[in-house]
């Protein structure tokens, strides 16, 4: 694939398109499914890893591949583009770089390679979408964009996002002790609403995304997410009730008061 195929607006359009369909097919199957990493881990899905390098393998090429065409696309160096360059770096950096080694893995603990390669593909394209973008290679940014109002709210929305996620995976962390495999019930702040903050804070995250960048290809990504993690919150609403008969009654799974 030639790098001016990567700035063409028709060829991106094709390719935002196929990320619409890739969340379509997540949000369906994952009604029928969980996906089997983590506490809905199971056998049958052949070969498995460690769950440590899973991460790292499957959230790499947000970095790796995104910035090599953020730069191999960007017209111009632009302040704009440097602050996206630095947002999606700074989560994306720490997503697959630190946050596998914090993790406190079940003794055991395995990931289908399945699940990985799967997240490998959907990251690739999310690259060929969204860095094309944010580097201006499809719309040229303009320093003047920076103090429009829906650059301003997506930024905050991001970092707020960025903030809740964090804060929520760090007190998940605390419930295990190194070589621990239990889970207990998480509690405090968010916790008392909600049952996956983490999840809430990553949507937020990728909201703020598409509201700053105000494009398709934010929005798509923005949607997949939450075509991800909307089942997943339930699913795991759905594990903690069957397990823990004394489970906070008016917690909800995601939103609070909503769902
Ligand atoms: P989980 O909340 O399922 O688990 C996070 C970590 O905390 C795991 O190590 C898990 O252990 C541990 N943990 C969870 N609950 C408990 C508990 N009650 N007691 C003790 N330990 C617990 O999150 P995910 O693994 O699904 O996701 C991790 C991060 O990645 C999140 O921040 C999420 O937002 C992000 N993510 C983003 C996606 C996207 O589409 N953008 C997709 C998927 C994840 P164990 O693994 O043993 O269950």
Redesign the pocket.
Known sequence: MSLAKLTDPTFHAVAVRGMFLFAALTACALTFLS?P???H?RSGWGPTFD?RIG?LVMESPSVLLWGTLFLATMPSWSLTGLVLLSLWMFHYGY?AFV?PFR????PG?RMPVVIAAL?VGFNSLNAIVNAPMASGGVRPWTNAWMLDPRFLVGVAMFVAGTAI??W??AK??A??KPG???????TGGLYEWIT?P??F??CL??TGWAVATWSTAGVAFAV??AA??VP?ALQ?HAW?RSQFPDYPIGRRAILPWIL
């Open positions: 996906a990493y983590g506490r881990a769950p991460w997503r946050y993790m406190r893995v079940k603990d997240a996620n964090r929520a995976d998940l962390r419930l295990r621990e495999s239990g889970y207990r019930i998480p996956c983490n999840y804070g990553e995250v990728w997949y997410t991800n993690l997943r795991n903690y």
